[in-house]
């Protein structure tokens, strides 16, 4: 029978010291009650779960700080080997806070500490990065996507009938051609599309059909059956997608069911949720809604993904900007409100841009705008 040791630390004087220290702290004395349920010398694998909504950024500075202070106490930490003991450590929640909980497996002994923690309450962080919007153009028709060349003097718009094309002359769009459409097989009921230029190859994707042809020296293509695919980001080559059959969902190799947009390895699948590769659910993804682009960090190294929020978007949207740490999202900007819903989200031909499309509720009309990134004051 596998003998169970709690080692309860609720001490009414404790937690109110406590109080003001971040979960870091917590790891020597967590540490220090491990140390005594082990063998001297001990030798583990260390398996470690965060249950609660903590910052990844608190979490991962925590699992830092107890691997340090297990190895002061005399514990190793092994790699993907076969230990002499196992030791599987918890944060979770109870009424008073954060409670964390360790359970440490020697042969057929199991003891199990736990150290109730009440964290301080989050601070106001102010945000690393602020969300840059440059209005391109507004039309009346639904723009599904739209590509800028020519140090952004020259304009390729897409839309469900054709692909029109614009050169900025005295700070206004001037008309310098158009191509049609044909799609060969009807539109799902809200379209969507993309536009992409590749050693100067243009290529339109709707879902059924593809049309490649070329912007210059005039603005010609060729439309054909079928749904091919093609990299999502420009500079991610590696996740090619393609519409599904009839709808205006994604799909691609390797991955199970549809989804509506993907960015930083996070995928928002058909049926509203946000999940990984392994359709697991992302923490701190639970507001978001169906559109988001992975951009360029200009303050970092950690991926960073601009995604709508949900809610009732009929008369007005937002999105804002993420940082991805171990699988998780955190806020790394205030939310911007925008005078519509958004009807398109892509990352830009542009390193650092992302393309956006809203539907203003007051005109009526498309606009288009370009979004980058910049380190907040």
Aim: hydrophobic share 45%; aromatic share 6%.
């Amino acid at each position: 029978m596998a003998r169970v040791g709690f080692a309860l630390w609720f001490g009414l004087a404790a937690l109110v010291r406590m109080q003001a220290q971040p979960a870091a702290q917590a790891a020597a004395p967590l540490a220090a009650r491990i140390s005594s349920l082990l063998p001297p010398r001990a030798t583990v694998s260390l398996e470690f779960q965060n249950l609660t909504a903590l910052a990844p950024a608190e979490s991962s500075s925590f699992r830092s700080a107890l691997e340090a202070e297990l190895r002061t106490a005399g514990v190793e930490i092994a790699p993907a080997t076969q230990p002499e003991s196992r030791l599987r450590v918890v944060i979770s929640e109870n009424p008073r806070g954060l409670l964390f909980v360790a359970e440490a497996t020697t042969k057929d002994v199991r003891q199990i500490a736990m150290l109730p923690w009440n964290a301080p309450a989050p601070a106001e962080a102010k945000p690393r990065i602020r969300i840059v919007q440059k209005p391109v153009f507004e039309q009346a028709e639904p723009a599904l996507d739209f590509l800028l060349s020519d140090s952004d003097s020259q304009l390729l718009v897409l839309s469900a009938t054709r692909i029109a094309a614009f050169r900025l002359t005295g700070g206004k769009w001037i008309s310098t051609g158009q191509a049609s459409l044909t799609p060969t097989r009807p539109l799902p009921r809200d379209p969507r599309g993309r536009l992409e230029m590749a050693a100067g190859d243009l290529r339109a994707y709707l879902p059924g059909t593809t049309c490649s042809g070329a912007a210059s020296p005039s603005l010609r293509l060729t439309c054909a059956p079928g749904s091919e695919a093609w990299p999502l980001s420009p500079r991610d080559p590696a996740l090619q997608v393609r519409w599904t059959a009839d709808r205006n969902t994604l799909e691609a190799d390797g991955l199970r069911g549809a989804f509506y947009n993907a960015a930083a390895g996070l995928f928002a699948s058909a049926d509203g949720k946000i999940e990984n590769r392994a359709s697991e659910p992302i923490v701190g993804a639970e507001k978001w809604g169906s559109d988001l682009a992975g951009i360029e960090n200009p303050c970092g190294s950690t991926p960073l993904v601009i995604a709508t929020l949900s809610g009732d978007a009929a008369a007005s949207d937002q999105i804002q900007v993420y940082e991805i740490v171990n699988g998780q999202a955190t806020p790394a900007s205030e939310a911007l409100s925008l005078p519509g819903p958004v009807t398109a989200l892509w990352p830009a031909e542009t390193a650092g841009q992302a393309t956006l499309v809203i539907r203003n509720s007051k005109t009526g009309n498309y606009a288009a705008s370009r979004l980058g990134l910049a380190c907040a004051d």
